[in-house]
């Protein structure tokens, strides 16, 4: 019985620390965005996924949304629902980057501001990859967690 205990806790510990890696994360990534908006527009449009409207919508949204949701997740507030979000984000950041790596766009990623030259292949789309799938075992950890108890 004593093993189970130290194996929830420490699998609590270990989602602790998911959470709060990726919510400074977002808050790392989404600085250089708001600071420089017409960077990051640049770098949405070179996806070449939008259309003026759209690549405007998402410029000016997705910087702020990262930055609720790394709030969120580094105050805990409202962390389920900011893991989800979280998921849900690197979902959609694994679609734009394997769509930009089948159509051979020699572009960089745009995920840490334009300063970032990183371009895109298999490094950032598991980076993608790892963050739907820690936030969707985060959130799954933390709804089983009333059960558990």
Same mark, same amino acid.
């Given at each position: 019985?004593?093993?189970?205990?130290?194996?929830?806790?420490?699998?609590?510990l &270990? /989602?602790?620390?998911?959470? !709060?890696? +990726?919510?400074?994360?977002?808050?790392?990534?989404? #600085?250089?965005?708001?600071?420089? %908006?017409?960077?990051f527009? &640049?770098?949405?449009?070179s996806?070449?996924?939008a259309?003026?409207?759209l690549?405007?919508?998402? @410029?000016?949204?997705?910087?702020?949304?990262?930055?609720? *949701?790394?709030?969120?997740? #580094? =105050?805990g *507030?409202f !962390?389920? =629902?900011?893991?989800?979000?979280?998921?849900?984000?690197?979902?959609? /950041?694994? &679609?734009v #980057?394997?769509?930009?790596v089948?159509?051979?766009?020699d572009?960089?990623?745009?995920c &840490?501001?334009?300063?970032?030259?990183? +371009?895109?292949?298999?490094?950032?789309? *598991?980076? @993608? !990859?790892? +963050?739907?799938l820690?936030s #969707?075992?985060?959130?799954?950890?933390?709804i089983?967690? %009333?059960?558990r108890?």
């Amino acid at each position: 019985m004593n093993l189970k205990i130290n194996k929830h806790k420490m699998a609590d510990l &270990f /989602f602790y620390g998911v959470q !709060v890696a +990726i919510g400074c994360m977002f808050l790392y990534s989404s #600085l250089p965005k708001i600071r420089h %908006p017409y960077d990051f527009l &640049f770098s949405v449009y070179s996806y070449e996924l939008a259309g003026p409207k759209l690549g405007m919508f998402a @410029a000016m949204t997705l910087p702020w949304l990262e930055v609720l *949701v790394g709030i969120c997740l #580094l =105050g805990g *507030v409202f !962390v389920s =629902g900011a893991l989800l979000v979280s998921a849900g984000m690197g979902a959609m /950041f694994t &679609f734009v #980057l394997g769509s930009a790596v089948y159509h051979h766009l020699d572009i960089t990623c745009g995920c &840490f501001g334009a300063s970032s030259t990183e +371009i895109i292949g298999t490094t950032t789309i *598991v980076r @993608a !990859v790892l +963050i739907a799938l820690f936030s #969707l075992l985060a959130y799954f950890w933390i709804i089983i967690k %009333p059960i558990r108890s």
